[in-house]
């Protein structure tokens, strides 16, 4: 099977071509970052019209680099949600014009399925597994008992991760996005200005990050009330061992009690090198193994949507032409249809 991708949830404006699910023929991903960064963020509305702009141009780039013709493809994948709702438009009405003109299978993809099965472009999987998934809007552990099947068993209560780590590098006045940035100025630090660790109920696989942001910036308020010189590196150090500490000690004890027999890092998050670090080595002293997607693939491309789309494909389930962008798309409902895992 060789399935073309798009993907247009947020900012990025990508394409893709990839045979069987794994062998990436082309990946082309045009970012917005530099349009978005003078407003601090993403600004939803500029960001579809963008998308409008580039989406003919990268698809065609993404057929010519993968060297294929059109009558070559088997299926064309779309991230179908969740995402901006404008974003994901221009991607859903390019893949079925797409679809229809060549007359070939449509599906649609859920963009955080596609998080995840990144990794499968670069590792063997082994199920049941357990997902730990960092990015700019979620913050999840998903149990993965095989192939395509979803079970979201803890997300975020507020922020998410990628979020929270981008709100406090702009207080801290660092450039959108401000996750790298903190990542960065984290490990230049012997020490971290003490930070809360919010763990929620004990049995819990939720997350909270927004108490922490508070935090953060209840201290550069004071510092400046008081004239006190503000230490971003030292502040970034905290900030990120609290993140790190309780995203590994979550995803560690999920594993062990799903019984997971490799835990996956996804997102945008996954490429912060403090939870790379702090995860390879708990992970080695528990014998348990990890995979992470390269940097290139942990955030937002079309080749982990053709990824997630061959899982479908492969059963032969395909979405209708009448598609629609579904901004809250829930991860669990758009699991494969087996029914020996139909709870
Ligand atoms: P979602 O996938 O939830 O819809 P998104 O697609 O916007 O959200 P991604 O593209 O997966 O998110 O990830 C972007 C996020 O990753 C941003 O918040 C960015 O700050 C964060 N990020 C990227 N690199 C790092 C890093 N090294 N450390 C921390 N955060 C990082
Ligand atoms: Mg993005
Ligand atoms: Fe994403």
New binding site residues.
């Given amino acids: 099977g060789l399935i073309l991708a798009v993907e247009t949830?947020?900012d990025e404006t990508s394409a893709a071509v990839v045979e069987n699910g794994t062998i990436i023929r082309s990946n082309v991903v045009s970012s917005q970052i530099e349009t978005h960064k003078r407003f601090g963020g993403v600004v939803p509305e500029i960001a579809s019209r963008k998308h409008v702009e580039s989406i003919t141009l990268i698809l065609d780039e993404a057929v010519r680099a993968a060297n294929v013709r059109l009558s070559d493809l088997s299926a064309i994948a779309v991230t179908q949600g969740?995402?901006l709702v404008g974003s994901l438009l221009v991607g859903v009405v390019a893949a079925k014009a797409l679809a229809c003109s060549l007359q070939i299978p449509l599906i649609g993809v859920h963009?955080?399925a596609g998080?995840i099965y990144a990794n499968r472009l670069v590792h063997e999987l082994d199920y049941p597994l357990m997902a730990l998934v960092v990015?700019?809007?979620?913050t999840e552990l998903v149990h993965v008992p095989a192939p395509g099947v979803f079970r979201v068993i803890g997300q975020t209560r507020d922020d998410?991760a990628?979020?929270a780590?981008?709100k406090v590098a702009r207080a801290m006045g660092l450039p959108y996005?401000?996750?790298?940035h903190?990542?960065r100025l984290a490990h230049e630090a012997d020490e971290g200005v003490p930070m809360p660790r919010v763990w929620l109920e004990p049995d819990s696989y939720d997350f909270s990050f927004s108490g922490l942001k508070s935090a953060v910036l209840a201290i550069l308020n004071q510092a400046k009330m008081r004239g006190d010189v503000i230490h971003p590196v030292r502040i970034s150090k905290g900030f990120q061992d609290s993140v790190v500490e309780v995203l590994v000690e979550k995803a560690i004890r999920a594993s062990k009690e799903f019984g997971a027999k490799q835990l996956l890092l996804a997102?945008?998050?996954a490429?912060?090198?403090g939870l790379r670090e702090a995860l390879a080595d708990r992970c080695g002293r528990e014998g348990l193994p990890l995979l992470a997607p390269p940097l290139s693939l942990c955030?937002?491309n079309a080749a982990m949507i053709a990824a997630a789309a061959f899982l479908k494909w492969d059963r032969g389930e395909t979405s209708p032409l009448d598609l629609k962008a579904e901004p809250l798309l829930s991860l669990g409902g758009w699991s494969v249809k087996d029914p020996f895992f139909e709870s």
Avoid: Q
């Fill in positions: 949830s947020c969740p995402g963009h955080i998080h990015s700019g809007g979620h998410a990628g979020e780590y981008d996005p401000g996750g790298p903190v990542d997102g945008g998050v490429a912060n090198k955030t937002d």
